[in-house]
Nanobody, 120 residues
């Protein structure tokens, strides 16, 4: 089956940086959009950033100018570089990918999440 595995979360001081990565594996013909979502305690899961198959990024207003998303199509990976982190960024970050399988079927997949904690 298709899997998404995240890495790079951790604890950082406000103003610091972290880099999250996500690698997709399995029987995938191609990956359409990929992205990152986050969920803080007591809050709904929200979009952080997405990037389409051609590399066009999209960002939530709350992270514009601080986060950068990128992807490597050959390696089926997506990276989120997070700079100038704020305590409000503390959340579990989930990788998402919309995949086209060899049957031409399209499905959405999610990683298990990685914790990001920003201290003040």
């Amino acid at each position: 089956q298709v899997q998404l595995v995240e890495s790079g979360g951790g604890l950082v001081q406000a103003g610091g940086s972290l880099r999250l990565s996500c690698a997709a594996s399995g029987s995938i013909w191609s990956i359409n959009a990929m992205g990152w979502y986050r969920q803080a305690p007591g809050k709904q899961r929200e979009l952080v950033s997405t990037i389409n198959s051609l590399g066009k990024p999209n960002y939530a207003d709350s992270v514009k100018g601080r986060f950068t998303i990128s992807r490597d199509n050959a390696k089926n990976t997506v990276v989120l570089q997070m700079n100038s982190l704020k305590p409000e960024d503390t959340a579990v970050y989930y990788c998402h990918g919309n995949m086209e399988l060899f049957t031409r079927e399209r499905r959405d997949y999610w990683g298990q999440g990685t914790q990001v904690t920003v201290s003040s």
